[in-house]
Structures are given as C-alpha cells and as structure tokens.
C-alpha cells in the first residue's frame, strides 16, 4: 500500500483541505468502509422516504455493499484506490487491468484501465430533496485522475473505460472528457465512456476537479 | 509488496515473433505483454474455477464456441 497526498474541497467554505490518496486498498478496508458507511446510508435513505422522494431520484449506488467486493481484490488484474480526509474514507475505486480492452475506433484492442466500480462516501452526496449539501467535493475526480495515472503506469498511456450509473453520465461527459461509447445491453443498458491518451492527458494537465 | 523480481525467459525465434508482433498491435512493452497475460489467465482460471464458462461469440455468423483453458 502507497499514499501520496491530494485535494479535495469542502463544500461548507470551498476550503482546499488536504487528502490522501490510496493505492493498495485492502480486503479488509472495504470491510470497514461498509461498516462506516452503512449507517449513513441508512439514513439517508430515511430521510428520502420522510421526503417522499421517488426512488427514481434516489442516489443509485445507496444500495452498493463494498463488502460484497472483497473477493475483487485477490486477483492481479485488480487495483483498489481510495481517499481519506479527516479520519474517514471519503471515496473508493477498484479497477481491473487485463480483462477489457478499448472499443474507441482509434483505439481498438488496445488495453485500459477498468474502472469496475467508484463511489464517494455517503455523506458527500448533495442531495438537495432532503437538504444534504455534501460535506467535500473532488473525490470522484481525484479517484478518475488516479486511474489515468494508473493506466500510464502501466503501459496503457491514460486509456480508461466505465459503465456510468446515469446520475454520473454528465459528470464523466464534461467534466472528466471521457467519450461516449454507447449503451451496453450486456451491463443492464448502462452508458460506456472511454477515455483516449489524449483526452487523459488533458484532464491530468488542467488538474481536474468536480 | 509491489517488489519485482527478475526472471530469465528462454522463448523460440517463433514465439518471440509473436510476443513482438502482439507488443506492436497492443502498443505495449513485452514485459507489458507478458504481465498482461498473467493478469489474465488468472482472471480466466479463476471464473472457470468458480464454475463459469469462457466462450467466444461471433454475431455475424451467429457462433458460440467454449473455449477449453488448461
């Protein structure tokens, strides 16, 4: 396991605070992490049905369970990433290196990082029908940036690929530049984006923030 | 943990063209290569392991063969 520090921003004051970011993240600490973030998903899912919320509206990964991904992390494709500020895990990313390749055109065959699944903490989530504004922002830019970085560490010059849950489309769209590929059937009709060398080197050169 | 180790891989004039062409078309280093294939057949030995099957489809002649990893 590795750390290197990072940013993120709090959301109350927009103050630059200070992260780190891991890489090396351990069975056990997707264990913790679901314990952390359990209860709080609990009650964010409480207060959205005190709220009337539709559960179309609801945030789409409330019901992951990062324990059910331990098992992810035994293999050698697989990389485990996240970001901690102020004690807790603020976000976390596993990513898989061997079992996808590239469909962008200029690109094709050509292997890329695997973003398999990311997520910011719970109580990051702005959540405006229920007045949760978020407690940082950036997570999920710094946890993308990070697996560009891998995808150069390991050969692949900054080629990314992911299934976007539809409330984070826009956000992998302008604001990561990551292309769209289209709809995969075969992953319950999810978008895929794919990010080029050159798209990665822009979004790592310009700093990318949420 | 992520300390590496070097090893001696003695490879036919044929298989090195292959290793060589594959480090061409995938825009990767051999080393590169050869640790992607590792990555893999884990990955693949893993999935058959647990049960899965490993079969490649080709829509436009609407074939699916298993294919049979040792």
């Known amino acids: 396991m590795s750390s290197s520090p990072v940013v993120v921003i709090r959301r109350a004051d927009n103050a630059v605070v200070q992260a780190e970011l891991i890489d090396g993240v351990q069975p056990r600490d997707l264990g913790l992490i679901e314990r952390v973030w359990t209860p709080v998903r609990a009650q964010i899912l409480a207060k959205l049905r005190a709220a009337s919320v539709a559960p179309v509206d609801w945030p789409q990964s409330l019901r992951w369970d990062w324990s059910r991904k331990e098992g992810e992390l035994k293999l050698l494709e697989a990389g485990g990433f996240g970001v901690i500020c102020d004690g807790d895990w603020q976000g976390v990313m596993l990513t898989k290196s061997a079992s996808h390749v590239a469909l962008l055109a200029s690109q094709r065959s050509k292997p890329l990082v695997y973003v398999d699944y990311v997520e910011t903490a719970p109580w990051n989530w702005p959540i405006a029908a229920i007045g949760e504004q978020g407690r940082y922002r950036g997570v999920g830019s710094v946890l993308i940036r990070e697996a560009m970085n891998e995808s150069i560490r390991q050969g692949f010059k900054g080629r990314i690929g992911l299934h976007a849950l539809p409330q984070a489309e826009r956000f992998y769209d302008s604001v990561c530049g990551l292309t769209e590929i289209g709809r995969d059937p075969n992953k319950q009709n999810l978008l895929y984006f794919e990010c080029s060398p050159e798209a990665a080197e822009k979004f790592l050169d310009e700093g990318g923030e949420s | ?70």
């Not at chain 2, 294939?37 to 298993?66: C, H, N, P, W």
């Open chain 2, 1 to 70: 943990m992520n300390e590496k180790r070097t090893m001696t891989l003695n490879l036919t004039d044929v298989e090195m063209g292959v290793l060589e062409e594959l480090a061409r078309r995938k825009d990767l280093s051999k080393t590169a290569v050869i640790r992607q294939a590792l990555r893999l057949y884990q990955t693949v030995d893993m999935r058959l392991g647990r049960g899965e099957k490993l079969i490649f489809e080709d829509e436009a002649e609407k074939k699916k063969s298993e294919v049979m990893v040792l």
